[in-house]
Each structure stands twice: as structure tokens, then as C-alpha cells.
């Protein structure tokens, strides 16, 4: 059984940082590609970061430059490091593990985290 349990989410104002961390059951971590996704009040889920298995990253247009994804193998744990935020970065984060082909999905239960002033 794998298990995406993501934790780090909370409020802050604007310009300030969170660090987001996603804990991976199982033994799929070291092969899936991680992602980081996030889903505002009445907007559709968007990804914001992955990376692959061999660390290639990848970010959403909006938060590059301003959002870190790295990843410990050694800690199954996938981390998404958020400087520099604003009001618009207000979501649900959401981590989300990937097979190399698609084939299979698994996602956490989403942490908030709000910007405001």
C-alpha cells in the first residue's frame, strides 16, 4: 500500500516562505516521478513542480524562481521549499507520486497553505 502523507502547510503573509514536505510509503519513491500540484477555492488542480527520478525538474511558469522541489531518497521524502510568496499561491498543496509510464497515480491528502496579509 502506498501512502503520500504531506505536511507544512500553514499561513503566512506575503513575501514570507514555507517549506512543504511529502513522506512516501512503500517502495516506489527511488523510480516515481514526485510532483507537487495545488487547487485554489474555484480554480482546477495545477501542477507546480516534479521531478524525476534522477532529479530533473520541472516548474509551472508562475513559480519559477521562487519555488524549490528536491527530493531525499535516502527519507522517501519529497520537499517543495516556497520563498517570496504572494496572495495568489493560496491552495491546497497536494503531492503526487507517478509511475515512469503514466501507468499508476497516488496522491496525499493536501495541506492548506494561505498567504495573506
Known amino acids: 500500500q502506498v501512502q503520500l502523507v504531506e505536511s507544512g502547510g500553514n499561513s503566512v503573509q506575503p513575501g514570507g516562505s514555507l517549506r512543504l514536505s511529502c513522506v512516501v510509503s512503500?517502495?516506489?519513491?527511488?523510480?516515481?516521478?514526485m510532483g507537487w500540484h495545488r487547487q485554489a477555492l474555484g480554480k482546477q488542480r495545477e501542477q507546480v513542480a516534479r521531478i524525476s527520478s534522477n532529479g530533473v525538474t520541472n516548474y509551472a511558469d508562475s513559480v519559477k524562481g521562487r519555488f524549490s522541489i528536491t527530493k531525499d531518497d535516502a527519507k522517501n521524502t519529497v520537499y517543495l521549499q516556497m520563498d517570496s510568496l504572494e496572495p495568489e499561491d493560496t491552495a491546497v498543496y497536494y503531492c503526487?507520486?507517478?509511475?515512469?509510464?503514466?501507468?499508476?497515480?497516488?496522491w496525499g491528502q493536501g495541506t492548506q497553505v494561505t498567504v495573506s496579509s
Open positions: 512503500g517502495s516506489i519513491f527511488k523510480i516515481y516521478v
Open positions: 503526487k507520486a507517478e509511475s515512469p509510464l503514466g501507468l499508476y497515480e497516488y
